[in-house]
């Protein structure tokens, strides 16, 4: 069923051998990035055929217009893309006149595309013969800097290989560039410069509406086997486009090799009258440097990365590869140094969601900056949040809510709601709860109860308010009812009683009464300026609160003990996911989508997401009822669902479906499970694979405020080890079929509980107790 066409290796994604059909999808899979910017892994040479060109700058968006047959009243008048912007890489390498490009030779050999992931470098080499019959040997490599996050270098070699002759290198920015998702065709910049002065060519242009300044600036230099020689360049600038060409002779076996230095500056960060002199002496200061410093400074900072984000499986090559490609994905995407950055969907891979901002962040990728980066990072997740609180109250103001009730987008880069499909804009307003979900996520870990005056506290009331206004009083069911919705589980449309929207939606309540009782207990000179600000009346409020915490129905079978995903659900006809033959999966891509509503299939967690969010307040008993219940009916044709049944599936003792689900979510795209890993990669998934492996077969859990371990070794695997950062120390965790131990690398002491048993764990020291592997 899927097309396994790389090689497994611990640190590094290969590709051997140079096929047509694999190139959308290797472009998705090399992506390199580093918070600030990021790009497809598209040639630097010319390449004419079948490609996705793409280089995106976190944060730089713009408003396509809403394209739907109907209108309805309420929709978002656009939906935000993420834009593919300058092209710095371009190259066109010309050989005795010929142009160099792998779609038109002869003949390619020995191709070979590695991204290697310890230290962050897409790499690439072949053999190209031309139609002429002349062969040339190349070697590329380049990087975005996570030191310089506004700096990206490449080094290209070509060596004539059974001739010696001219070679004509042409370095090139091109900013008139498109989005292949555009809802009508339209280039969504416009031109304001471009030139060379003092040996830097930029190129600068501007967002259309939203007037987004960017200038982006390169150096090049030039050696022949390894000694410096000029680059004597023409250059041509016109419309969008810049270009800097050499031409050199170059005898049979030497080496010529081009390194090419760029600067992306935006207006986010900059003054727009001096973009272009701020990118010419970044350029020429990274050009200054030189690559292998550059390189070197590079490699050095992902290596440090590494050593509190990396997990190392023994005696699993596949899980190895799978988990390391998660983890170096979710960390060049968002390095947490700017609140008013966030995680897209498919981050700096493609262009699909829009790229823009959506539930997934609180709910998959808070847990691993929470554990693997400084508070500071997570915190900037939950700020994001605070900063866009106004536009969630104008949100839910468009759908007849008042009161400063919030409604936070589904899809959103500055909190505007922009995602066009009426039962996700309207309904599936779930995703409040996962907002409200990562304020308590991010205290229970970190313990910065102090957040709440700086902005948790409001949150939640928004979105209290709002849940406070959605459920109506059912006379007939004498309990409170939420109609019209759309669960996670988006194979269902416009239903009623969803028992996760239900469920999370009291348990809001509840927390934003305790937030609130803490506040006034422990900060109460905050706290009266909030009431004052947000108008909160705790009289009226809570009491409507209280009534709607004890008397929310939740619909279930007493029959079958479960706890039913909506209305009507047993109505359907109760089939499960081996029913269906293969050539029908996935059925998003095979059935109608009237077939897939009045079927009982399941896209991703629903119930089960609920169980694993609130899995502090269920017995293991009831979780795996409805675990059985509702996995057999599950798909998992969402890349967000294999996590969340890896864990709980963990939990009950189900090693085969454990392993099973750890192996789809940690290889999804590297195996392109779904088919469609050439529109971009599955980013906030991601870090749910990393879950996977530490809350689910590491056993981490919080209960309470303190931190518990119940850990279950899958049995394919030798060992796991692990690192996490717990309020102040490093904790280093080792799993083998002996037993767990738990070491203090360094920092404060550490309190946590193995199996039930308690360990104070002060710097350098460690605790150890037999473990459970799951046979």
């Known amino acids: 069923m899927f097309n396994k066409y790389t090689e497994v290796h611990p640190w590094k994604i290969i590709e051997k051998g140079w096929n047509a059909s694999n190139h959308p999808k290797s472009e998705s899979l090399f992506s390199i990035g580093n918070g600030r910017m990021g790009q497809r892994a598209n040639f630097e040479e010319t390449y004419t055929g079948k490609s996705l060109q793409g280089s995106y700058i976190a944060g730089v968006y713009y408003p396509d217009k809403t394209r739907v047959g109907w209108w309805k009243n309420g929709y978002p008048e656009y939906f935000a893309k993420v834009l593919n912007s300058c092209n710095w890489i371009g190259l066109k390498i010309t050989v005795d006149g010929e142009t160099l490009d792998i779609n038109t030779a002869a003949a390619v050999n020995d191709f070979y595309r590695e991204l290697d992931m310890q230290s962050g470098l897409l790499k690439r080499s072949f053999q190209a013969t031309l139609p002429s019959g002349k062969i040339v040997a190349v070697q590329t490599e380049r990087f975005v800097s996570i030191v310089n996050d506004e700096i990206g270098a490449l080094s290209y070699s070509i060596t004539p290989i059974n001739f010696s002759g001219s070679i004509e290198i042409c370095s090139y920015l091109d900013f008139d560039v498109e989005n292949e998702d555009s809802n009508y065709d339209e280039k969504f910049w416009e031109s304001v410069s471009c030139g060379q002065e003092n040996g830097t060519s930029y190129v600068h242009a501007k967002t259309k509406k939203t007037g987004f300044d960017v200038s982006v600036a390169m150096r090049n230099s030039s050696a022949v086997d390894g000694a410096a020689v000029a680059w004597d360049s023409t250059t041509e600038a016109t419309h969008m ?48 440097q030189g690559y292998e410093a550059l390189r070197d400074e590079h490699a050095t900072a992902w290596h440090k990365k590494w050593e509190t984000s990396d997990i190392e499986i023994e005696g699993d090559a596949e899980a190895q590869q799978g988990i390391r490609f998660n983890i170096f994905h979710m960390n060049q995407t968002f390095t947490g140094v700017d609140d008013r950055l966030n995680i897209g969907p498919k981050g700096f891979t493609g262009e699909k969601y829009g790229g823009s901002t959506y539930w997934d962040t609180e709910a998959y990728c808070l847990p691993f900056y929470l554990a693997t980066a400084q508070p500071e990072v997570a915190k900037n997740l939950c700020l994001y949040r605070y900063k866009q609180l106004d536009k ?53 870990h970190t313990q910065d109860w102090g957040y709440l005056a700086e902005g948790g506290f409001e949150v939640l009331l928004g979105i209290s308010r709002f849940w406070s206004q959605r459920v109506n009083w059912s006379e007939e069911k004498e309990a409170y009812v939420m109609l019209g919705v759309t669960g996670p589980n988006e194979y269902e449309n416009n239903i009623n009683n969803n028992w996760y929207t239900n469920r999370m939606a009291a348990w809001t309540l509840e927390w934003t009464l305790e937030a609130y009782n803490w506040l006034k207990e422990n900060a109460a000179d905050a706290l009266s300026p909030i009431a004052i600000k947000t108008a909160l009346n705790t009289d009226t409020e809570f009491a409507k609160w209280n009534d709607i915490i004890a008397k929310m129905y939740y619909p279930k079978s007493e029959k079958l003990g479960v706890v039913l995903q909506q209305d009507g659900f047993l109505d359907k006809e109760q089939l499960t996911a081996d029913d269906l033959s293969l050539d029908e999966r996935p059925i998003n891509q095979n059935w109608s989508w009237d077939r897939i ?25 009831e979780v795996k009822r409805n675990f059985d219940f509702y996995e057999p009916k599950t798909v998992h044709e969402s890349s967000l669902s294999p996590c ?58 919080i209960r309470g405020e303190e931190l518990h371990f119940t850990p279950k070794l899958p049995a394919q695997w030798k060992g796991l080890t692990f690192s996490i950062l717990w309020r102040g120390a490093t904790l280093k965790a080792t799993l083998t079929v002996e037993g767990m131990t738990i070491e203090n690398v360094s920092g404060a002491p550490a309190k946590f509980a193995i199996d039930g048993q308690w360990f104070e764990v002060a710097e350098c020291e460690k605790a150890s107790t037999a473990a459970t592997v799951m046979a």
């Open 241 to 288: 486009y810049v270009c800097e060409c050499a031409a050199f002779n170059v005898p049979q076996g030497q080496l010529l090799q081009l390194n090419k230095f760029a600067a992306v500056l935006s207006s986010m960060n900059h003054e727009a009258a001096r973009l272009d002199t701020k990118a010419a002496a970044s350029a020429t200061a990274a050009a200054a």
């Open 392 to 444: 969630a109250i104008e949100n839910a103001g468009k759908l007849g809510f008042t009161s400063g009730a919030a409604l936070y987008p589904m899809v959103t880069m500055n909190g505007e709601e922009c995602h066009n499909e009426w039962e996700i804009t309207f309904e599936e307003i779930h995703r409040n709860a996962a907002i409200a979900y990562g304020v308590f996520d991010y205290i229970r």
């Open 597 to 621: 509503l009045r079927s009982i299939f399941i896209k991703q967690a629903d119930v089960l997401q609920g169980y694993y969010f609130l899995n502090h307040l269920y017995e293991q008993e």
């Open 644 to 701: 969340v049944h890896a864990i709980l599936a963990a939990q009950i003792d189900y090693p085969e479906k454990a392993y099973e689900m750890y192996l789809r979510t940690s290889r999804l795209d590297i195996d392109d499970y779904n088919r469609e890993v050439h529109e971009g990669l599955h980013i906030t998934s991601m870090a749910g694979t990393w879950m996977s492996v530490v809350q689910g077969f590491g056993g981490m859990k």
